[in-house]
């Protein structure tokens, strides 16, 4: 099955810096991946996605760039608010029909903190 | 759009008994709901897969016999945590794909499970 990996784990950055959070994913056949913010307590947000036939997305400050042939895909976050502090998540999925349409693999998660 | 409901949103019970979770899409209908378990400080694990009119598919390690996944209408799914121990004590979180929708999926807000 498909395994996400995601770094760094925690990120610390200055308001107005930029973030930029990794991961990686092992099979070939994922075609969509998209991106979550959680908050403490709640659910999480789908923030920004990316399918496999772009190699980049960009919506305001946040940008999410794709690379097929090494299989990573990566969150760009430019002038960074406080209340953008958040978990971010990212995820893969669409590898296989059927009974697996859909499912959503995730990563482990990185702790974004944005320093007023 | 595209709007996720739980309910509740936290219960407490007592160590033997069973609880009822409710996931609703609240503007339009699901093919697929999804039901995932997350522990602090961790990602999503997803529990199973609900399709309306249909059996539910679990993970592996999930036991079905626990957790009763009935998906009865294109917008409410219902997870059932029969004779709940503390160890089930966890945050649940359902997502909705959305019917016509390719890949797209909505969390709901999570509902916080502890049991005594």
């Known amino acids: 099955g498909e395994n996400v990996e995601q770094h760094p784990s925690t990120l610390s950055v200055q308001e107005g810096d930029s973030a930029v959070i990794k991961c990686t994913y092992s099979?070939?056949?994922?075609?969509?991946f998209p991106w979550y913010k959680q908050e403490l307590g709640k659910g999480p947000q789908l923030i920004i996605d990316i399918r496999s036939n772009v190699g980049e997305k960009k919506d305001q400050r946040i940008a999410v760039t794709l690379n097929k042939t090494a299989k990573h895909f990566s969150l760009h976050i430019t002038e960074t608010q406080p209340e953008d502090s958040a978990v971010y998540f990212c995820a893969a999925t669409g590898g296989a029909g059927g009974t697996s349409y859909g499912k959503l693999t995730f990563g482990q998660g990185t702790i974004l903190t944005v320093h007023p | 759009g595209a709007v996720v409901s739980q309910h509740p949103s936290w219960v407490i019970c007592k160590s033997g008994t069973s609880v009822k979770i409710e996931c609703r899409s609240l503007d339009f209908q699901a093919t697929t709901m999804f039901w995932y378990r997350q522990f602090p400080k961790q990602s999503l694990m997803l529990m199973a897969t609900?399709?309306?009119?249909?059996?539910?598919?679990?993970e592996q390690g999930v036991e079905k016999d626990k957790f009763l996944i009935n998906h009865a209408s294109l917008t409410l799914s219902t997870l059932t945590v029969t004779s709940a121990h503390p160890e089930d004590s966890s945050f649940y979180i359902c997502?909705?794909?959305?019917?016509?929708?390719?890949?797209?999926?909505?969390f709901g807000p999570g509902t916080r499970l502890t049991v005594t």
């Open positions: 997502s909705a794909h959305s019917l016509g929708s390719s890949y797209e999926q909505y």
């Open positions: 609900s399709n309306e009119g249909s059996k539910a598919t679990y």
């Open positions: 099979d070939s056949a994922s075609n969509y």
